[in-house]
């Protein structure tokens, strides 16, 4: 009869280590996914800002060469008809409502939740 007396396996208190490893790194992990949400609206709200601001140059631009094209800029509102379609993208994007003079550069700010940016509009009449 042959006796197996060499055991195979990993023994109880290796398990646990390895169980306690997994959850100490889960740990930190877990918040950096979640804190993920939050930095993708923080960059999603830059990208509508900046587009708002290249809007704002283009729209100037083709004001200055002839009245007839692009949109008249009287306030920050004004400036989400400046972009392709005429429209904010879809979501809860908000501009706060502030004068702006003709030929008068202006920092206006945008709103999704609660993240906010800036941008700029040039006054135009």
């Given amino acids: 009869m042959h006796k197996f007396n ?22 930190v ?3 950096q996914f979640i804190d993920l949400s939050r930095d993708a609206r923080t960059a ?14 283009i ?11 692009g949109v008249v ?7 989400a008809g400046a972009l392709a379609g005429g429209t904010l993208p879809a979501g809860a994007y908000a501009i ?9 550069t202006t920092v206006c700010v945008i709103t999704n939740g609660t993240v906010s940016t800036t941008f700029v509009a040039t006054g135009t009449t």
């Fill in 96 to 104: 706060t409502s502030q004068a702006v003079a003709p030929l008068i």
């Fill in 73 to 79: 800029i009287s306030n920050c509102l004004n400036m």
């Fill in 29 to 31: 992990a877990i918040p």
């Fill in 44 to 57: 999603a709200v830059a990208g509508v800002a900046a587009a708002l601001s290249a809007a704002n140059t």
């Fill in 59 to 69: 729209n100037y631009a083709a004001r200055v060469e002839n009245s007839t094209k």
């Fill in 6 to 27: 060499d055991k195979q396996g990993f023994t109880l208190i290796e398990l646990v280590i390895v169980i306690v490893i997994l959850g100490i790194m889960a740990a």
